[in-house]
Nanobody, 122 residues
Framework: QVQVVESGGGLVQPGGSLRLSCAASGSIFSINEMGWYRQAPGMQRELVATITSGNVANYLDSVKGRFTISRDNAERSVYLQMNSLKFEDTALYYC????????????????WGQGTQVTVSS
């Protein structure tokens, strides 16, 4: 059993900053990619940023230069520093972890957190 838990969401004014955190725990042998996705009301879930175990990052075009993803492999955690927030960044942000659960099983499983709300409003 693997748990993924996000924290750090909240209400912020346009131009402000927030830092999201996510930690994975449980039956984990290794974690490959971790990432952040978001879903606004009435919209599809979209990729915001992902990062591999080798720290190769990928970003949604609209957040490049404003958001920074990082991870701590020892802590099985991933972070999203969000600066210069805009109204359109308002969404429920989900953390994802691609996990191998044992040495003998090469298959990876994707686990999601419950989400943390980010609201950008004046």
């Amino acid at each position: 059993q693997v748990q993924v838990v996000e924290s750090g969401g909240g209400l912020v004014q346009p131009g402000g900053s927030l830092r999201l955190s996510c930690a994975a725990s449980g039956s984990i042998f290794s974690i490959n990619e971790m990432g952040w996705y978001r879903q606004a009301p009435g919209m599809q879930r979209e990729l915001v940023a992902t990062i591999t175990s080798g720290n190769v990052a990928n970003y949604l075009d609209s957040v490049k230069g404003r958001f920074t993803i990082s991870r701590d492999n020892a802590e099985r955690s991933v972070y999203l520093q969000m600066n210069s927030l805009k109204f359109e960044d308002t969404a429920l942000y989900y953390c994802k972890a691609d996990v191998r659960t044992s040495w003998g099983n090469l298959r990876q499983y994707t686990y999601w957190g419950q989400g943390t709300q980010v609201t950008v409003s004046s």
